[in-house]
């Protein structure tokens, strides 16, 4: 059990860590061609298209990025909760 909540934990960081590059890689205009740029894309957004239907834009800024990856470290925490008491 401890090493399947330490995986899901672990899956919790690589996707953070995927919505940060797919944050920074937005700031500059990468080729969608590109096969580490649409394979970045194409997982942090299985992640936020969710999200953007909830949250609603605020003007030009996106937040959902901040929504995930503080959803991400709730659930990561509280497997490391679950962990040590199971």
């Known amino acids: 059990m401890d090493v399947f909540l330490e995986f899901l934990r672990f899956i ?3 996707l953070s860590v995927l ?5 920074l890689l937005s700031w500059f205009m990468p080729f969608p061609t590109n ?3 649409a394979y970045v894309y194409r ?3 299985a ?3 969710p999200l953007r239907r909830i949250v609603p834009p605020l003007g030009p800024v996106d937040i959902t990025p901040v929504i995930a990856i503080l959803l991400l470290y709730l ?8 962990e040590i008491y199971v």
């Open 35 to 37: 096969a580490f740029v």
């Open 75 to 82: 659930i990561s925490f509280l497997l490391g909760y679950l």
């Open 19 to 23: 919505i940060i590059l797919r944050a």
């Open 47 to 49: 992640v936020l298209w």
């Open 12 to 14: 919790c960081y690589v």
């Open 43 to 45: 997982l942090a957004d």
